[in-house]
């Protein structure tokens, strides 16, 4: 229905233009009456070269047909498209030829379609006394477009038909209706034409010159056309709408089935309509971007499938299927894992660990399995493991304990052994945060703080440790009486920011002097002789004076270790430590390497060894026998913890010896 009121449309005629008149012959020009006429025409980049040149001749067509010169019509030609053009005005041809020879040297704009700007230019520049517009003389535009304006067209388009100008939209292919209506004057079957292409603009310039030169025999006579007339000087003839084939009658058309002829290239079901077709597709499917082809409809994508692994969808539907090691239940949605180890669908020796589907054995501890990957055998603890036992290793059942020559005591770590346990300290930590330690070595930093933090007694009534981070200038991440167990301190080496910028070592040991050994953060009496210890960690030379503090640092009893990496300046390093240096100065050029150093750095010194004393408590005080109680209550759910333990394997061997039976 939408091509035929297309071909209708673009049939219909100009009449406004002039009253009817005898057709012009060969040789003799159409009399009708002075205009003055402007063609306006869109060249936007949508309009293809071989368009814009039919354009060109549709124009010269009805020139050539006109009866051109000052006193008889006048023709101005503006091109638009997001700007304008004016190619030639009312007043500057008066010959035909020159007209012709000005068209054809018009080069397109080829850009965007301000089609409300160019009817503005026309009402405002081109039909005017300047440019050659008459009074009482009919002003005709003529707007040619292909497209849907970019800009407002209705309003403007009001104003120029109020000042007297006579509007015809003509349309083409991709051109908008209501766009063409809202341009053009009433009525709209005289004023609006629209085509399916530029090759079919001629038909208008054929209706304009019968409009203007003589009857036209489809509009005033009974010609059966049953779709289109189509006239011709003195004549007429009959087209069918595309899709349809003008029968022998010369008058009537029949439609063209396609899908009938078998001209399609549907997969599935061809939907045929006059000279044309779509297709579609079988239940089930749908069809895809080409509008030919169809694939099968994936009910899975909609997301209602409740399949608790995976949803496949299947023709009209889907159903649900479980990944390896489950099995699908009775509700076809719900997977259970199948736990071959409860189902006693194994062969382990001691132990079943289970997963989906599958198992693996493992061995109680203190023996190891065996490479048949089900049996077990008891282990060599102290021949198998790293014990990492300073002196010697014995082994129990599963397990093993570290002894220490006769003379010497197990230190609290249960593999080293000494002479005393490690003393009670106070320590504070100051770590180079400069821009030249940069990020990954920092970490390596926070690890070793870590290692030593490992090496240390830590609580509340033994050592101490706050942190300290220095650059440009000096942050406290932690004092000492923040933390009171290594995993909380550990904790929050971990999380402290890297501070980038300067290497202010000076500043650093000035506030670690007057801050962070000061009893407002945590340090304990000088009266409770509890050694205070400093460690410095820096990777290059400071950039302030170091003299000053580290002297003073020594002076208020601080035992001074000073740790150095890569660029730190020896003579430095050896001014922060304490005596003897060699036990109190430590460096090497590879942040990778001070791992090593942790090693080595024993901070906690034996009672006999240091300046202070030891802090002796009464057995018989109240915090004393608070911390007996729960040192005991410890112990005891510790070693409830392991008979349960073994309880629970005496169980296991017993079943599985029963079993055997």
């Not at 060109?56 to 101005?76: C, E, P, Q, Y």
């Not at 791992?595 to 057995?619: R, W």
């Amino acid at each position: 229905m939408k091509m035929r009121q297309l071909r209708a449309l673009c049939l219909l005629t100009l009449a406004a233009l002039a009253s009817a008149r005898p057709k012009a012959g060969p040789e003799q020009k159409c009399k009708s009456g002075p205009v003055d006429l402007v063609f306006l025409i869109d060249s936007s980049r949508s309009v293809r070269p071989h368009e814009f040149e039919t354009m060109r001749k549709f124009m010269i067509d009805i020139l050539s047909t006109l009866d051109i010169g000052l006193n008889a019509t006048r023709v101005g030609v503006v091109q638009y498209s997001s700007q304008l053009r004016n190619e030639f005005s009312l007043k500057t041809h008066a010959k035909l030829d020159a007209m012709v020879k000005n068209i054809n040297e018009i080069i397109p704009l080829a850009q965007g379609t301000m089609t409300g700007l160019a009817i503005k230019y026309i009402m405002n520049s081109a039909f005017i006394a300047e440019e050659g517009d008459r009074p009482q003389v009919p002003n005709v535009a003529v707007i040619v477009t292909d497209g849907r304006p970019q800009d407002r067209v209705a309003e403007v388009a009001v104003e120029a038909r109020e000042k007297g100008i006579e509007i015809y939209a003509v349309g083409v292919a991709r051109a908008d209706m209501a766009s063409l209506r809202a341009m053009a004057s009433p009525p709209y079957e005289d004023h609006v034409f629209l085509v399916e292409s530029f090759d079919l603009i001629h038909q208008f310039g054929l209706q304009f010159q019968d409009k203007l030169c003589g009857m036209d025999l489809c509009l005033e006579s009974d010609h059966g056309c049953e779709h289109i007339c189509e006239s011709s000087p003195g004549s007429f003839h009959c087209l069918c709408l595309p899709g349809y084939t003008l029968n022998q009658d010369g008058k009537t058309c029949a439609a063209i089935d396609l899908c009938a002829q078998g001209k399609h290239d549907c997969e599935q079901i061809c939907v045929s309509s006059p000279g044309s077709f779509t297709c579609d597709c079988n239940k089930g499917y749908q069809l895809n971007d080409n509008k030919k082809t169809c694939s099968m409809i994936d009910y899975c994508s909609f997301g209602n499938h409740s399949c608790d692994h995976e949803c496949v969808s299947v023709l009209n539907g889907y159903r649900c299927r479980c990944n390896q090691g489950y099995r699908l239940l009775d509700d076809g949605k719900t997977c259970q894992a199948i736990d071959l180890c409860a189902e006693g669908k194994h062969d382990c020796e001691q132990i079943c660990i289970s997963a989906p589907g599958v198992f693996t054995c493992d061995c109680y501890k203190g023996f190891k399995l065996n490479k048949d990957k089900k049996t077990c055998t008891n282990m060599d603890m102290c021949n198998t493991v790293e014990h990492g036992c300073e002196h010697q290793c014995v082994n129990t059942a599963g397990s093993y304990y570290c002894i220490c020559p006769e003379g010497q005591l197990l230190q609290e770590d249960g593999k080293s052994c000494g002479t005393c346990k490690s003393a009670n300290i106070d320590l504070v930590l100051l770590i180079d945060g400069s821009k030249s330690v940069r990020p990954q070595n920092f970490e390596l930093v926070k690890k070793f703080v870590n290692q030593v933090v490992d090496s240390l007694d830590v609580s509340a009534h033994g050592t101490r440790v706050g942190l300290v981070q220095y650059s440009s200038r000096v942050r406290t991440e932690f004092p000492l009486n923040m933390y009171h167990t290594a995993d909380e301190i550990k904790a929050a080496v971990m999380k402290v920011d890297y501070m980038e910028k300067g290497t202010m070592t000076g500043l650093a040991l000035k506030h670690m002097l007057e801050n962070s050994f000061s009893e407002a953060e945590g340090a304990r009496p000088s009266s409770r002789n509890i050694p205070r210890i400093g460690l410095v960690f820096t990777d290059g030379r400071s950039q302030d004076d170091i003299t000053e503090y580290a002297k003073k640092a020594k002076e208020a009893g601080i035992t001074m270790y000073a740790v150095g990496v890569g660029k730190a300046v020896e003579d430095e390093l050896r001014e922060i430590a304490s005596e003897p240096q060699e036990k109190h100065f430590y460096y090497t050029t590879d942040f990778t390497a001070i791992n090593t150093i942790a090693e080595n750095l024993k901070l906690n010194v034996c009672p006999e060894e240091s300046q202070g004393e030891i802090e002796v408590k009464d057995p018989c005080a109240c915090e004393s026998l608070v911390e007996f109680q729960q040192a005991t209550m410890s112990s005891l759910e510790q070693l409830t913890q392991k008979l349960s333990g073994m309880t629970a394997r005496l169980e296991q061997l017993e079943n599985q010896l029963l079993s055997r039976k």
